[in-house]
């Protein structure tokens, strides 16, 4: 019960400490302290979704977490995806379809995207448009980022249908 | 804007957050999802002295049917309630109005104990627990007591909660098996708070609706039970409880819009509403 507190959590993958202030939020902590400016910081009020980071493998408004919270917390920001390689492909694809212009709302936008695709792996547009609502962008108009992650969720269907085909293929040749 | 000084606690049980709640007073306050409470520290409309995480408290988790009643632990997320079987199949109209409530980042910290605890009177968790006559239980450093629905909504933001007490749990009697609910809202953008909302539940009764609670959100300092509007489905049907509501609620003109708009607003929904409950539409 103190204004300040060490805290100890696994942050891309690598277990950090930090000392916090209690009225600190998570996202002001990840910036300043440990430098991931992928974090982007616009209202700090949970409305534009900039901030949005994976917290215990749910997306959060790291504006409205307390650092303080992330005490034995696994936490991953844009920066960690991106290493991981775990979102490549849906990287690649607001690339290619141009669903970036100052890139201010993406960090936020693609940890939304991957957790919709997640749990549907095959989301209708106006789902799409539903679960991007909550991320503010000011200069797509949306449309492509829509387009990006509709083509990706097909993408990967179709990789999993290869590799099921691939699977059910292969016992039967080690049988022989 | 940045948050004010603040000191924190993460107790480990119910019985320690209810000592530091009684310890520190009025500067202490419950933080649940924080999806209300932290952005107002970060606007500076709030300036608690001690946050009490109630994050870590097992006994607020869960949800579970016995006895005729399912109990919703205060820091179930929205977005348990949305995966929760339980939910989608006893209580409907619980499942329905979750989607409504903010988006999905929000949904998976934001809890239905911090919703009823705040009691905006927009929000969609607190219509719905009046239209299923939910109780709400509340515990104290003395003891444990239970709020009707009816009497648990006292305001704007105000509630039946009183100071160093923590809403532990919703209770919710089970529906019966001819139980019918409806839910809708019209808001600007999918995910905003609404501009008007409708929660019903009733129970099929021949052709009509029977027990019919009415409750609309958007509308008033608080959840508002359409008593009038209820009555007169049974009497002479849909339009004539489009035309009872306007004796249950008179909205006042806001920033956002008049309120002759969200009057008729609430007579759309109503029709929307009742008809798709009614097979009319
Ligand atoms: C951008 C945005 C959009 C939103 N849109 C909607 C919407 O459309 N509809 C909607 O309903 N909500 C909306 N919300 C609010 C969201 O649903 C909140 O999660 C919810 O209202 C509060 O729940 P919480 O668990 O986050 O509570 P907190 O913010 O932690 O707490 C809220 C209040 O309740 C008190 N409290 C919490 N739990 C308890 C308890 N167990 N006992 C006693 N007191 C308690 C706290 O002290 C505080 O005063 C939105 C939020 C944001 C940021
Ligand atoms: S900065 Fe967190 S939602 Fe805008
Ligand atoms: S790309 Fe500029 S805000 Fe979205």
Redesign the interface.
């Known amino acids: 019960m103190e204004n300040e507190q060490r805290i100890g959590f696994t942050l891309n993958g690598e277990r950090v400490r930090a000392r916090v202030a209690a009225r600190q939020h998570l996202g002001d902590l990840l910036r300043l302290e440990f430098g991931l400016t992928g974090v982007h910081l616009g209202c700090e009020h949970g409305v534009c979704g900039a901030c949005t980071i994976r917290v215990d493998g749910r997306a959060v408004r790291a504006c409205l977490m307390l650092a303080v919270q992330a005490d034995g917390a696994a936490v991953e920001t844009i920066e960690g995806l991106t290493e991981s390689g775990e979102i490549a492909d849906l990287q690649d694809a607001f690339h290619r379809r141009n669903a970036l212009q100052c890139g201010y709302c993406t960090p936020g936008m693609l940890v939304t995207a991957a957790e919709l695709l997640a749990e549907t792996p095959r989301p209708s547009r106006e789902a799409i448009r539903e679960a991007v609502g909550g991320n503010y962008c000011r200069c797509t108009g949306y449309h492509a980022i829509v387009d990006a992650i509709a083509a990706t969720a097909e993408t990967r269907i179709a990789a999993t249908a290869e590799a099921r085909v691939a699977a059910s293929v292969e016992p039967a040749e080690a049988g022989r | 804007?940045?948050?004010?000084?603040?000191?924190?606690?993460?107790p480990r049980t119910l019985d320690e957050a209810l000592a530091?709640l009684a310890e520190h007073g009025e500067a202490a306050q419950p933080?649940a999802g924080?999806?209300s409470l932290?952005?107002s520290?970060?606007?500076r409309l709030a300036a608690p002295g001690?946050?009490v995480?109630l994050?870590g408290l097992p006994e607020l988790t869960g949800i579970a049917e016995a006895g005729g009643v399912i109990r919703i632990g205060a820091m179930t997320r929205h977005?348990d309630l949305a995966a929760s079987p339980l939910v989608a199949e006893r209580l409907p109209l619980i499942a329905a109005a979750v989607?409504h409530i903010?988006?999905?980042?929000?949904r998976?910290?934001g809890t239905i104990g911090g919703s009823v605890a705040l009691a905006d009177p927009a929000a969609e968790l607190p219509a719905c627990c009046l239209a299923l006559r939910a109780s709400f239980v509340i515990r104290g450093l003395t003891g444990e007591r239970r709020v009707a629905a009816d009497d648990f909504f006292l305001g704007l933001f105000e509630t039946a909660i009183g100071p160093g007490e923590i809403l532990v749990a919703i209770e919710i009697p089970v529906p019966g098996a001819d139980a019918v609910s409806g839910f809708d809202e019209l808001a600007r953008?999918?995910?905003d708070y609404a501009l008007v909302g409708l929660a019903a539940q009733g129970r099929r009764d021949g052709v009509g609706l029977g027990d019919l609670r009415l409750v609309f959100f958007g509308v008033g300092d608080r959840p508002v039970l359409a008593g009038n509007a209820a009555a007169a489905v049974a009497a002479g049907g849909v339009k004539a409880a489009q035309d009872a509501l306007a004796a249950d609620i008179d909205p006042a003109d806001d920033v956002a819009v008049r309120g002759a708009t969200r009057r008729h607003l609430a007579r759309v929904l109503l029709g929307r509403v009742l008809g798709r409950m009614t097979g009319e539409a």
Not at chain 2, 1 to 10: E, F, I, S
Not at chain 2, 102 to 106: G, L, M, N, R
């Open positions: 804007m940045k948050a004010p000084d603040v000191a924190y606690a993460r530091l933080l924080g999806q932290v952005t520290l970060n606007m001690l946050l995480d994050n977005r989607p903010a988006h999905p980042a929000i998976n910290r953008r999918h995910g």
